[in-house]
């Protein structure tokens, strides 16, 4: 598009160039009475050819200066509008990666509190309906779902693609990491407590904390 408004701006500057040229050969030739010269009976200027000449350079040269100035106001609209869009898409990114961020430091909170044992059983655990589906239970649910008040905003800047592919898929992963932990810690709460362990409680436990290990790296990666 600029290079196209650029050819145009050239093009206008070169016929203005010509117009001014042929006018002063005009005049020139018509003032020294060249015709004359070469044995062609003329009066030395021919004032109603002159008139239309000069008004016509007149209405081509006042026509090139309004195209230039309208299109100069053009192009400074057309650069602010730019440099407005280009703000606001700074300020929704910069806004989507502190909601992130923020989400982040609210899961380390939540889960600095349920490593804590006196927190987790004099709290916590009591409030648990355990007879209840974990998707039902109002204390797990609160728990899971307390750093996520974000999702939405951050769902529709995603669509909108004020996200990178990573920090999408980042985040949904440790919305997915982040519920896991959260069910481990009230669902098997006691499993490291227990001086004998099964294999399988021992796999639950050695599964617990690795989850929580790879999830604390995540947060700690965006805060």
């Known amino acids: 598009m600029n290079s196209k408004k650029k050819n145009d701006k050239s093009l206008k500057i070169r016929y203005l160039i010509v117009v001014l040229i042929l006018t ?21 200027l021919n004032m109603d050819i002159l ?23 053009q192009l400074q609209k057309q650069i602010e509008e730019e440099k407005r869009l280009l703000i606001k898409e700074n300020n929704i990114k910069n806004t989507s990666s502190m909601l ?17 044992e006196e927190m987790l059983f004099d ?10 589906p974990i998707v039902e239970d109002k204390i797990t649910c609160d728990l899971s779902n307390k750093p996520f008040q974000s999702y939405e905003q951050i769902m529709q800047f995603a669509k909108d693609g004020y996200l990178s592919e990573k920090e999408f898929q980042d985040y949904l992963e440790i919305k997915r ?7 481990e810690k009230t669902t098997f ?19 617990m904390k690795e989850n ?10 965006y805060i």
């Open 24 to 44: 002063v050969a005009y005049l020139c030739f018509d003032y020294f009475n060249i015709p004359k010269q070469l044995g062609i009976t003329i009066s030395n």
């Open 51 to 73: 008139g239309i000449v000069i008004n016509s350079v007149v209405v081509i040269t006042l026509y090139i200066i309004s195209f230039f100035a309208i299109e100069k106001r």
């Open 100 to 116: 992130i961020k923020y989400t982040c430091i609210d899961c380390l909170e939540l889960l600095k509190i349920l490593d804590n």
């Open 123 to 132: 709290y916590i655990i009591p409030k648990i309906d355990f007879n209840a």
């Open 177 to 183: 990491l982040y519920g896991q932990v959260i069910s």
């Open 189 to 207: 709460f006691d499993v490291d407590s227990l001086e004998e362990k099964t294999d399988r409680q021992k796999a639950i436990s050695q599964s």
């Open 212 to 221: 929580e290990a790879t999830l604390k790296m995540m947060l700690n990666w």
